[in-house]
């Protein structure tokens, strides 16, 4: 029970950190910087929990940065590739929306990710079952 309240206060500081990261990208968007949208979004993610009010809250901010995106080839150029694999399990979550225009961003970026990061990055973002997003 202990452990279920802990998880509880974690997950509101979470929620916290994630509202604050939220309006940053929000600016980031309005400025027109997409790519520095996506990489603020995608620090730190996923959050350490198991707590699906943070997996989520945290998914729409990735998505709407992803949305974003309109030149997939100029984001490779200033996107480290330290954001590769994460930014993979995020591709997989949208594709299992099985929303439209979300899974055609998806597949875009898809496509052009494992050109510049190999097979490597979808065996990694598949067999990491303990960071989910």
């Known amino acids: 029970m202990a452990e279920d309240h802990v998880e509880a206060d974690n997950a509101e500081a979470i929620i916290a950190r994630i509202e604050h990261k939220s309006r940053k990208i929000e600016s980031l968007l309005k400025q027109y910087r997409p790519v520095e949208a996506l990489k603020t979004a995608l620090e730190g993610s996923p959050p350490n929990t198991r707590d699906e009010r943070c997996k989520s809250a945290n998914w729409i901010m990735v998505h ?9 080839d100029g984001m490779f150029s200033s996107l480290d590739p330290e954001y590769y694999d994460i930014l993979m399990k995020y591709l997989y ?16 970026i898809h496509e052009k990710l494992t050109e ?3 097979l490597g990055c979808i065996l990694r973002s598949l067999a990491d079952t303990v960071n989910t997003v």
Do not use: E, H, N
Request: contains cysteine; proline residues 4%.
């Open 93 to 108: 979550r949208g594709l299992s929306t099985g929303d439209r225009p979300t899974c055609d961003q998806c597949l875009r």
């Open 64 to 72: 709407r940065a992803i949305m974003a995106i309109k030149d997939v």
């Open 116 to 118: 510049r990061a190999g």
